[in-house]
């Protein structure tokens, strides 16, 4: 019956079984006749005839038959009622009436909230739609077609945490593998880096009980869905915990899961995570690794277990450890160890460069040429004086090496044509010919640290694929001797004995020396200087005997007798065969492989020296910084009281003879006045005379200023300019030895403290301009207003019959003035261009002083900022030493590594 409700059919139970009227007919009738009972019951016929005229679109008349239902399919015909409505597009009645519906139907209610998905979908109300679909799916689950429709509803709307959530719930509860199928698409595509790992452990689980294979590829999937994200170190944590509670071993094929944990293993290790961070993680992570790796990763499995409790003491487990141990000796992976040992020298190197250090040219050129399998490198070592360079003349049929030994390291290989460059730790310097290798290998250059790289044609080194590398002759302490740092770059050693004494005590220490650091590179011995045996049976007793002695301590190696008198065509064929003999079969990838780990090692080494220099050169760069700062102020300071004093003694000097000239015309211009007198007689015109009078005292203070002021004060200027620039001359002459004692302590010019003595040009044109004549302005001396002026200038017309007694009072009156008033006027109106200049003189010497002055600030200034600078990265680095230390041991881990694989899988090598 259900079914029928759902489908609204229910009133084909009403139809008869070969009924062929129309439903409404026999309803109709239906209807007639059980109105015509005592107690009727028409609610389900009505609800019947409300299904035929919904089938029939009659929407309406379907409503009015559904109102008035009252019995028990009433929850049923309000759902209809609200199909209805959705029918007739009225979406919010339709919703009115779906939520009206009460009952406990658990098919009705799903019906009704699929129909309620359906109309907040078409009324765009997304979160109701949400809401309703996962409330129906954890209400009825099981209810047809109901995950699907949640399904392909958050699909389409790319809902991916809903879609992700019901897969997760779907397939934990069904345990269906459709359901997991889907759950990986979701991880593969990318949808599910917004779960945290934790979420997915438990499908995880469900899903190893059942099919493997496909828990596999889910728990790579959600691997690579959380490589590179924030949580990926949770995600580490959280499987590596679950693999524990899980029956797993190597019989399972684990490929891609092993390949997994050796991506995220050597990721770890890498130098970008302190040990700390990993310190717990990594030996779970090994041990799950172990225990499931299969034939392709297990070398790298094992050896890495064995490396990691070799640094780190128990935190791997003893059982683990032994499981590691045997697997390795089982073994039988290929691995490209060159490739292999190229990329942790290359993880090194740009760890480096990210810490603002440099493993070195010198060594990066190392490292290149440990990958050149078509050379053979046959490195020639041997006591100072033993005849390598006459040797290598011989071999190469040129006079390349002089007679004194030297103390370069040289390696002579086959080119087409002649370069030479001289490799060294920071750059690559190209030596343009023979007279400038000569002196790049004299012994002043050893302690250098480089290498020359000598590339010539040679038809000897072309036919036997070898370079031979010159080392320094042993003399000294070997730990010091250039040719220890070079012997890894070597495939074969060659020693060199002197026929004289072949084998010394001194000889066999080196030797011992030698083995000791190099036990895996094969010596052969080259006696020399057999020219000096009297015969061949000398010859061959030396050689026999100089043989006896080798074997005992060599005995897989070779001799070769030379003497650069013997026939050279000859002997340099016997060498051939010698070397091909010998030295031909030394190269291989175990030995690269070997000798590149060392290096790898040496790097590593070297930055942990660097790391130590790196923090004493910042100590010892803020105290020196701190000192400089002390002397760069003590400058200042002394340069602030030198401006001070020129200022002082400048302007003082000025002054003294500004105020000479202003004494000169006090004491002067009032008897040059004075002295008019004379003018004055008894048949001056006395009505005039004042006018003559004030006209001549003008004339006679102007001619006085021009020809003995002026002059005098334009020759004071120049003694004061001269006498101001010598002081300028001082001066500059002890900042420029203050600036060659800073420079001396840079160690560069970097201060040059340049006063400005434009200055002083200025000085001169603007002395030449305020005595280049004098801008005399007339005084009004006789022509004043005064009480007794004024009875003077009037005395012709009060007295003009009694010129004798005027005449005397006039005479009187001009002698007896004193004009200091006029005085003054002169000497403020011819000193004022001075005393303006006056004014500006400190100005000027603040100027002359401006440019030390800046420059000494600013390197107040840099210095400052590099000692906060430098104090920053020491506080940095004594804070946090794991930044630098924690790196570099697993990287130690990392060759660890690699030498227990090399160990292992010696029969296993490809290049």
């Known amino acids: 019956m259900e079914n029928q409700l759902i489908q609204k059919a229910y009133y084909e139970s009403f139809m008869g079984e070969n009924e062929k009227r129309h439903p409404v007919q026999v309803l109709g009738e239906v209807c007639q006749e059980e109105q015509t009972k005592e107690l009727p019951e028409l609610a389900n016929i009505r609800f ?81 739609a949400v809401s309703i679909i996962k409330g129906t799916v954890s209400a009825n689950p099981d209810y047809p077609n109901v995950t699907e429709i949640a399904r392909a509803y958050f699909e389409r709307e790319e809902d991916w945490n809903n879609a992700i959530e019901l897969a997760v719930l779907e397939a934990i509860r069904t345990q269906s593998l459709d359901w997991f199928d889907v759950l990986n698409s979701y991880v593969e595509g990318g949808y599910a880096r917004n779960h945290s790992p934790e979420y997915f452990l438990q499908a995880l689980l469900v899903l190893f009980d059942i099919d493997q294979k496909r828990f596999e590829r889910l728990a ?147 490292i290149g040429e440990l990958t050149n399998f078509h050379t053979n490198r046959l490195l020639l070592a041997g006591m100072k004086g033993s005849g390598k360079s006459a040797f290598i003349n011989s071999v190469l049929s040129e006079n390349i090496l002089g007679e004194e030994p030297t ?29 400038d290798f000569r002196e790049s290998t004299e012994k002043r250059r050893g302690a250098n640290s480089t290498i020359v790289d000598f590339k010539l044609p040679s038809q000897f080194l072309m036919e ?113 065969e010698f070397i091909k003999g010998s030295v031909g079969a030394a190269i291989s990838d175990e030995g690269r492989t070997s000798r590149l780990l060392f290096f790898v090692r040496q790097t590593i080494r070297n930055l942990v020296q660097d790391r130590i220099a790196m923090e004493n050169d910042l100590v010892e760069s803020v105290k020196w910084n701190n000192d400089m700062s002390v002397k760069l102020n003590g400058a200042l300071n002394q340069l602030d009281d030198i401006e001070v004093e020129k200022k002082r003694n400048i302007t003082k000097s000025y002054k003294s003879l500004k105020d000479e000239i202003k004494s000169d015309i006090s004491k002067t211009v ?44 334009y020759q004071a200027l120049q003694e004061w300019i001269q006498q101001s620039n010598n002081e300028f001359t001082e001066t500059q002459i002890y900042l420029d030895e203050m600036s060659e004692g800073f420079n001396a302590l840079y160690g560069e010019e970097r201060i040059k403290l340049q006063c400005d003595f434009r200055v002083v040009d200025d000085w001169r044109r603007d002395s030449d301009r305020m005595t280049n004549g004098v801008q005399f302005e007339k005084e009004n001396i006789l022509l004043r207003n005064t009480p007794g002026q004024f009875l003077l200038k009037s005395a012709g017309r009060l007295f003009g019959v009694n010129n004798s007694m005027v005449y005397n009072k006039y005479k009187s009156f001009v002698e007896n003035e004193d004009y200091r008033e006029t005085t003054d006027s002169v000497i403020k109106k011819f000193l004022q261009q001075f005393e303006l200049f006056e004014k500006s003189l400190e100005r000027d010497i603040e100027l002359f002083f401006r440019d030390p002055i800046q420059v000494l600030n600013s390197a107040v200034t840099e210095t400052k900022a ?14 946090n030493p794991e930044m630098y230390r924690d790196p570099l041991a697993l990287f130690e881990v990392r060759v660890r590594q690699y030498e227990w694989m090399s160990v292992a899988g010696r029969e296993n090598y490809i290049h």
Do not use: C
């Open 48 to 128: 019947a005839q409300g299904e035929v005229y919904f089938l029939n679109k009659d929407f309406e008349s379907a409503i009015f038959k559904w109102e008035n239902i009252g019995n028990d399919l009433e929850p049923w015909a309000k759902k209809n009622i609200g199909d209805a409505y959705y029918e007739l597009g009225q979406l919010s009645v339709a919703e009115d009436f779906y939520k009206s519906v009460e009952t406990d139907n658990e098919v009705l209610q799903t019906e009704v909230a699929l129909q309620l998905f359906s109309l907040y979908i078409d009324r765009g109300k997304q979160e109701s």
């Open 220 to 366: 790579v999937s959600l691997w690579e869905n959380y490589k590179n994200q924030d949580n990926y170190f949770t995600w580490l944590k959280e499987i590596n915990q679950l693999l524990v509670t899980l029956d797993m071993d190597r019989e399972g094929n684990w490929h891609s899961l092993s390949a997994e944990f050796q991506e995220a293993y050597f990721a770890l290790i890498d130098g970008r995570f302190l040990i700390k961070k990993i310190q717990d993680l990594v030996p779970v992570l090994l041990e799950n690794w172990l225990r499931i790796t299969d034939v392709s990763h297990a070398l790298f499995a094992s050896a890495a277990v064995l490396s990691w409790s070799e640094i780190f003491p128990s935190s791997i487990s003893a059982a683990s450890g032994a499981d590691a141990e045997k697997l390795l000796n089982f073994t039988g992976a290929k691995v490209n160890w060159i490739e292999e040992g190229l990329h942790l020298f290359e993880t090194i190197q740009n760890w480096a460069k990210g810490h603002q250090m440099d493993i070195g040219n010198r060594m990066r050129w190392i």
């Open 407 to 435: 103390s370069a390291v040289v390696m002579f290989r086959d080119h087409a044509q002649v370069e030479i460059d001289e490799i060294g730790d920071t750059e690559t310097r190209m030596i343009s010919d023979l007279a």
């Open 464 to 576: 036997n694929r070898v370079a031979l590398i010159d080392t320094p002759g042993f003399n000294g302490e070997l730990e010091r001797s250039e040719t220890v740092k070079y012997l890894h770059l070597a495939d074969t050693i060659l020693f060199f004995l002197d026929a004289n004494s072949p084998l010394t005590d001194r000889e066999r220490t080196v030797l011992a020396y030698i083995q000791e650091l190099a036990p895996e590179i094969p010596v052969h011995f080259l006696l020399n200087k057999m020219d000096i045996v009297e015969n061949e049976e000398a010859a061959r007793a030396i050689a026999e005997d100089t043989w006896e002695k080798i074997n005992h301590y060599f005995p897989n190696s070779k001799i070769f007798a030379f003497s650069k008198e013997y026939d050279s065509g000859k002997q340099l064929k016997d060498l051939s």
């Open 670 to 713: 009032p008897g040059l006045l004075k002295n008019t007198s004379e003018l004055i007689t008894e048949q001056s015109d006395l009505s005039k005379i004042h006018i003559e009078l004030n006209d001549e005292m003008n004339r006679r203070i102007r001619e006085y200023l021009e020809e003995n002021v002026m002059p005098k004060y």
């Open 866 to 879: 590099e000692i906060e600078t430098d104090q920053e990265k020491l506080d940095r680095m004594r804070t």
